[in-house]
T-cell receptor
Framework: GQNIDQPTEMTATEGAIVQINCTYQTSGFNGLFWYQQHAGEAPTFLSYNVLDGLEEKGRFSSFLSRSKGYSYLLLKELQMKDSASYLCAVLCWGNAGNMLTFGGGTRLMVKP | ETGVTQTPRHLVMGMTNKKSLKCEQHLGHNAMYWYKQSAKKPLELMFVYSLEERVENNSVPSRFSPECPNSSHLFLHLHTLQPEDSALYLC??????????????FGPGTRLTVL
């Protein structure tokens, strides 16, 4: 089966930088997604990595190391609106095609 | 707005009721999904439909019955549910085999409470 681990909660200060880690053990790896989910709302796409390295998109960056089964999401210049859950999800190829398996999510609280 | 809508947004039902959740996607995608999100648990994949054919069931109890009449609509029929089925039910869609990374777009979810 697939196993995805990420911290349950993190707290950071407005204007700071925070790194949310995700480790995974899967078969048929076909990419890793990060989603943002505000309370009571739908998850929204943040990033996708399939090759090793860093992908930068504005204040958000995502890193992947396939050999280590490791990814992180880096949030810079934190804003209060960044308070949300951040979901790590691994795309795996199996008998039923490409399937997403989600981690439990990391609830980030940004304080003034 | 992600292009995926769900109704109702909130639903309260008794264990003997029958109800249906509806999902519609306006993105021209060819795959649709039902997920269950319970408190303090990861998103759990329930059903996958690709090209209107069910390809994944994930051992969901038979009191949940999906229906996909066309590529834009997905239903989840509910009957004789249990209180532990109370959760947020999320629908998603994606374009499979597009050569892109198959990003899934989520609807806002239906908050279900079973009394």
């Amino acid at each position: 089966g697939q196993n995805i681990d990420q911290p349950t909660e993190m707290t950071a200060t407005e204007g700071a930088i925070v790194q949310i880690n995700c480790t995974y053990q899967t078969s048929g790896f076909n990419g890793l997604f990060w989603y943002q989910q505000h309370a009571g709302e739908a998850p929204t796409f943040l990033s996708y990595n399939v090759l090793d390295g860093l992908e930068e998109k504005g204040r958000f960056s995502s890193f992947l190391s396939r050999s280590k089964g490791y990814s992180y999401l880096l949030l810079k210049e934190l804003q209060m609106k960044d308070s949300a859950s951040y979901l790590c999800a691994v795309l795996c190829w199996g008998n039923a095609g490409n399937m997403l398996t989600f981690g439990g999510g990391t609830r980030l609280m940004v304080k003034p | 707005e992600t292009g995926v809508t769900q109704t109702p947004r909130h639903l309260v039902m008794g264990m003997t009721n029958k109800k249906s959740l509806k999902c519609e996607q306006h993105l021209g995608h060819n795959a649709m999904y039902w997920y269950k999100q319970s408190a303090k648990k990861p998103l759990e994949l329930m059903f996958v439909y690709s090209l209107e054919e069910r390809v994944e069931n994930n051992s969901v109890p038979s009191r949940f019955s999906p229906e996909c009449p066309n590529s834009s609509h997905l239903f989840l029929h509910l009957h004789t549910l249990q209180p532990e089925d109370s959760a947020l039910y999320l629908c998603a869609s994606s374009q499979e085999n597009s050569g892109e990374h198959n990003e899934q777009f989520f609807g806002p979810g239906t908050r279900l409470t079973v009394l």
